[in-house]
């Protein structure tokens, strides 16, 4: 025990000296010398009673007990619109109470936006398209993925106002088209100029999330945009947008559910609970669509009828990850990374737990 101590001591030690020569050389020039000074104290003293700590016996008994207990007592939760229904139901409130486990919502516009917040810990948990992940891994993002969410390819479409010329994929050549950057818009609108002949080169994309996506649209200063639902059955009605061409031809993706692989790892208990409460939710809403719709119509302010028809169009159910969804997922990755619109090739495989991991805590789907 002692000899550890001492050998505790000689690495504060040999920090003190990376501190002296990381001042010699400016590194702490945002630290006052005696703030540095005191955090090397207190270092060491830590050094010193981590490693009595370490030989008790009975907290490295109690330590194991807890190994399967939350390591949070909170779950920041990212959704987006198109998934409120969760939210709405309190359903994994009631569930992890017990737990001693609270739920936080935070609301994003898209999935780019929620995993940009996942990556620096603002949420742990989340759910988007298939394209927002990909993005994030290239840019180096710590996420892992947890479960498939079904397709919803009627729930997509390449909306025009009501009078435009356009009247074909192929009229889409040289035209300003919206969309959320590495959302799962972005990925049907390349599946649809890949089916129809056209290059991404072809068109003007523009960048811009839905709200201001659909402003623009209404201004004139768009010639189409690429959403999904609730905002596209909106935007069918409330400024009489025209469907060119849904998801139904080339669509075949659904979405995910994706969380911190820090989060991923200590709390599977958690993800266990997570997951099967929203299967059952999948289960319910599946033959009770005119009550999700009931339920959604005044949280989203959104009408009833427009709600009915986006929740008709969608699928609802929850896919475990396995080798055909890793696959299919792969592609869309190399897809982005041959347009050169992420800056790296990436191995979507290096985002996943291991099988076990997943056996662990995924329900029978």
Not at 51 to 64: L, R
Request: hydrophobic fraction near 40%; proline fraction near 6%; aromatic fraction near 10%.
């Amino acid at each position: 025990m002692m000899s550890s101590i001492f050998q505790r001591l000689f690495a504060g030690l040999k920090i003190f000296r990376f501190t002296q020569f990381a001042r010699q050389n400016s590194i702490f020039s945002l630290v006052r010398l005696p703030v540095a000074g005191a955090f090397i104290a207190s270092l060491c003293l830590s050094l010193l009673f981590s490693s009595c700590t370490a030989n008790n016996g009975s907290n490295n008994t109690t330590s194991a007990n807890n190994s399967n207990q939350p390591k949070t007592s909170v779950v920041k939760f990212g959704y987006q619109k198109s998934a409120i229904l969760l939210k709405s139901k309190g359903v994994l409130e009631k569930r992890l109470q017990p737990q001693g486990v609270s739920v936080q919502w935070i609301e994003f516009p898209a999935g780019p936006q929620l995993l940009e917040a996942m990556n620096v810990g603002s949420i742990d948990f989340g759910h988007t398209g298939e394209s927002p992940p990909i993005f994030a891994q290239a840019a180096g993002a710590s996420l892992t993925y947890i479960a498939g969410i079904a397709p919803s390819p009627a729930g997509q479409a390449i909306l025009v106002p009501p009078d435009s010329p356009i009247k074909t994929v192929t009229d889409l050549k040289g035209k300003k088209i919206a969309f959320q950057k590495g959302s799962s818009a972005h990925y049907m609108l390349l599946q649809v100029l890949e089916k129809f002949g056209l290059k991404y080169s072809d068109i003007q994309p523009i960048y811009l999330p839905p709200a201001d996506a659909r402003a623009a649209l209404v201004k004139g200063s768009l010639d189409a945009w690429v959403i999904w639902d609730p905002f596209y059955a909106a935007a069918e009605k409330a400024i009489n947008a025209r469907v060119l061409i849904d998801g139904t031809e080339v669509n075949k993706q659904g979405g995910y559910y994706l969380a911190s692989r820090k989060f991923a790892t200590e709390n599977p208990e958690i993800i266990k609970s997570i997951l099967e409460e929203i299967k059952t939710l999948e289960d319910w809403s599946d033959k009770h669509r005119d009550e999700v719709a009931a339920t959604l119509s005044p949280v989203l302010g959104i009408d009833l009828e427009t709600m009915q028809k986006a929740t008709q169009r969608k699928k609802f159910g929850v896919v475990p990850i396995d080798s055909n969804l890793i696959a299919i997922q792969q592609k869309v990755a190399d897809k982005f990374y041959e347009l050169k619109l992420i800056p790296k090739q990436i191995d979507v495989k290096e985002a996943m737990l291991s099988p076990e991991q997943y056996a662990a805590f995924s329900p029978k789907l």
